[in-house]
């Protein structure tokens, strides 16, 4: 019997777990092959590479964002040849199951919830008595009726076989992202979440989880991502895990952990700081809403300042990088509220902050009472709201807009000097900055075609010259040197016109050589020749003492200039900032 287990991941660096724990679990009985897709790969493509493997059963893993795309590969297998027999599982169709057995005839089975068992099982009675009643946890058709099983006793996880050892999978362990559970299951009931629904945490083997991260890392993984809802659940757990990480990883690796941040102790926090190296762990939180009564709507506990001393202590340790989640849409989570917990979140400057969109899933408890709230919201994946009793469409089409230019400009870290400036001493609040750009981009049609680079400075520039934004001159600046100091090489056309003529230029570049110490110890010890200034350097005439503004925050309007050197040995760029040479 031919078999395949088969997902749409979302992007290519993204691996699947699921279907190698079912290969894994099915071993040696069955010899399970295990094909990969995109969600943006040709639907014929993919059915043609299924078609040509010659399946008995294909069993595909099943999301919220790959439904729709992998429903489409199922019409057209059974098309082609209807003896194939088709397996669905996970998380989107393991609720409403009955349904999905009603809308979509060509699907042969449902898995339901946790598969390794379950889908071996249902391999033996396909292969043999075909008694389908026997398996536990499915829905299938007899005599042109649907039926469902009950689900079996949760598994003993210790006992799972590793899905990390298939020799497929070494060649793209270095350019994919590695995902690993030590648990399932979470101890929180929110409402708006699947991961509530199973009572408990259930752990895997610490020992064997070490053995498969060793086992990872030698064969060149190099991003492990931990998927447990709330890793740091039991703290002598995430600490045993935190040492074993910082003793044993090997240069280049990255671990990213989702973590409850109001349960951290300070004293977790400073042994991170103390002992995690740079860079070698990030921190997912999710605090999707900072408003008490949304909160005790959605049956979420959280601590917003013990959160906020969480995420300011991993701040100050400058070793984790943190990425904090939001959620728009929440019960009770009006325009107005929802920008004070922007704000509230932004206030903290985390690294990346995610602002993302309520989804209804199946399953969940808002779903099941979306009418309280008068939820409206889409028919097919993702689900995402559409409004609700206190959120107009209008409201969320904003909200959007904020998100876009989010992204860009604070996600990415392109110019966090000016965007820093502009959120604290031009604008109202953060929020606001966001939503007004936002809604300017939008209404330019930005939002709809691509950008490079300097068109982004270019755009900002161009909605504070519509809005007339003091210290416009400041601004811009601080968006020069924004500009010039992540850039690894000199730019041959920057996005602003030239602020001095050749003979300015040059004369500078003679009191810089004449004056070096002006520009401090670190630029003398360059020892730059004159062809060195002109060949690997830029000027730039400012508006403001760009040296105290980098100090103290203050700007003094006294001009200045900045001379950024493009380092050709060492790929980095170093920038002078300095007054008038005298």
Not at 135 to 152: D, F, N, P, S
Not at 387 to 413: A, C, G, P, T
Request: aromatic share 12%.
């Amino acid at each position: 019997m031919n078999v395949i287990c088969s997902t749409l991941n979302a992007k290519y660096i993204h691996t699947n777990l699921a279907i190698r724990y079912l290969k894994a679990y099915a071993a040696p009985e069955y010899n399970i092959q295990m094909r990969e897709y995109t969600i943006k790969d040709p639907i014929m493509n993919i059915v043609s590479d299924l078609y040509q493997a010659k399946p008995t059963v294909i069993g595909f893993s099943c999301y919220i964002w790959n439904i729709e795309e992998t429903l489409k590969v199922v019409n057209m297998l059974k098309k082609i040849d209807p003896s194939i027999l088709i397996v669905l599982g996970g998380p989107e169709v393991t609720y409403d199951t009955t349904e999905w057995m009603e809308t979509h005839p060509e699907v042969d089975f449902i898995v339901i919830g946790e598969g390794e068992q379950t889908f071996k099982q249902l391999l033996t009675e396909i292969e043999t008595a075909k008694n389908y009643q026997n398996v536990h946890g499915i829905a299938y058709r007899e005599e042109g009726q649907i039926k469902i099983t009950l689900q079996m006793n949760k598994l003993d996880l210790k006992e799972l076989p590793s899905p990390y050892r298939f020799l497929e999978d070494m060649a793209g362990l270095g350019k994919r992202v590695t995902y690993i559970e030590t648990s399932r299951g979470c101890p929180f009931s929110c409402q708006f979440c699947l991961s509530s629904i199973e009572v408990g945490v259930r752990y895997f083997d610490r020992e064997k989880i070490k053995e498969d991260i060793r086992y990872l890392m030698a064969n060149g993984a190099k991003t492990i991502k931990f998927v447990d809802r709330t890793f740091n659940i039991s703290r002598s757990y995430a600490m045993e895990m935190f040492r074993f990480l910082i003793d044993e990883h090997l240069p280049g690796s990255v671990f990213q952990f989702e973590i409850t941040a109001d349960i951290m102790r300070p004293e977790v926090i400073e042994f991170l700081n103390q002992e995690a190296p740079k860079g070698l762990f990030r921190f997912e939180i999710g605090v999707q809403s900072t408003n008490d009564y949304t909160n005790e709507l959605v049956m979420r506990k959280q601590n917003f300042s013990k959160l906020t001393r969480t995420v300011t202590m991993v701040k100050e340790g400058r070793k984790i990088d943190q990425h904090l989640d939001l959620i728009a849409g929440l019960p009770e989570e009006d325009y107005s509220s929802f920008r004070k917990t922007f704000n509230d979140v932004f206030e903290m400057r985390p690294e990346e902050l995610q602002l993302g969109f309520l989804k209804m899933l199946r399953g969940t408890g808002l779903r099941l009472r979306a009418e309280q709230q008068q939820y409206v919201y889409m028919d097919h994946s993702p689900y995402e709201i559409l409004s609700n009793n206190v959120l107009s469409f209008d409201d969320i089409v904003r909200i959007k807009q904020v998100e876009d230019v989010l992204e860009k400009y604070w996600n990415d870290h392109r110019m966090d000097t000016a965007i820093e400036y502009l959120v604290t001493s031009i604008f109202r609040s953060p929020f606001d900055f966001f939503q007004e750009f936002g809604s300017y981009w939008d209404m330019q049609g930005w939002s709809r075609i691509g950008h490079q680079l300097e068109d982004l400075f270019r755009r900002l520039y161009s909605f504070l010259e519509q809005k007339s934004a003091g210290n416009l001159e400041v601004i811009l600046g601080l968006m020069k040197y924004d500009y010039l100091k992540n850039h690894k090489y000199k730019p041959r056309k920057p996005w602003w016109g030239p602020t001095l003529d050749k003979t300015e230029r040059s004369q500078l570049y003679k009191q810089i050589l004449e004056n070096r110490q002006f520009l401090g110890q670190e630029f003398v010890e360059l020892k730059l020749e004159e062809k060195d200034l002109y060949k690997h350097t830029m000027l730039e005439e400012l508006s403001f003492d760009l040296t105290k503004f980098l100090a103290t925050g203050e700007i003094d309007q006294q001009p200045g200039y900045l001379l950024a050197y493009f380092d050709p040995t060492n790929d980095q760029t170093l920038i002078f900032p300095f007054k008038e040479l005298k």
